[in-house]
């Protein structure tokens, strides 16, 4: 089982700024992918973001292209989501998602095998 690590949300105002993290303490040489996807109040989670570990490819959901950023840290076996240019309607609880190479499809929530807790991202009008 890999345990993953969020950290990073919080309150912020509408155009404003926040960096969430995401580690895997001693596991990331067994992953292939990571994400992060974000649940609205009664809605399924969403696919935000994705970063193929070994080549560095992106990929985005369309609603965050050129206002989010993923990006690694190998040293620290660490992920980021940069948020800039935050609207209200990026309110929702964020999850991190790392998945193993056999059956990945990025915007999939299904192929991806483990899951942080969430942090929960607050955007004031």
């Known amino acids: 089982q890999v345990q993953l690590v969020e950290s990073g949300g919080g309150l912020v105002q509408a155009g404003g700024s926040l960096r969430l993290s995401c580690t895997a303490p001693?596991?990331?040489?067994?992953?292939?992918?990571k994400g992060w996807f974000r649940q609205y109040p009664g809605e399924e989670r969403e696919f935000v973001a994705a970063l193929q570990w070994k080549t560095g490819s992106t990929y985005y959901a369309d609603s965050v292209k050129g206002r989010f950023t993923i990006s690694r840290d190998d040293a620290r076996n660490t992920d980021y989501l940069q948020m800039n240019n935050l609207k209200p309607e990026d309110t929702a609880i964020y999850y991190c998602?790392?998945?193993?190479?056999?059956?990945?499809?990025?915007?999939?929530?299904?192929?991806?095998?483990?899951w942080g807790r969430g942090t929960q991202v607050t955007v004031s009008s």
């Open positions: 998602a790392a998945a193993l190479p056999d059956r990945w499809d990025y915007p999939r929530r299904e192929s991806y095998d483990f």
């Open positions: 001693g596991r990331a040489f067994e992953l292939y992918a």
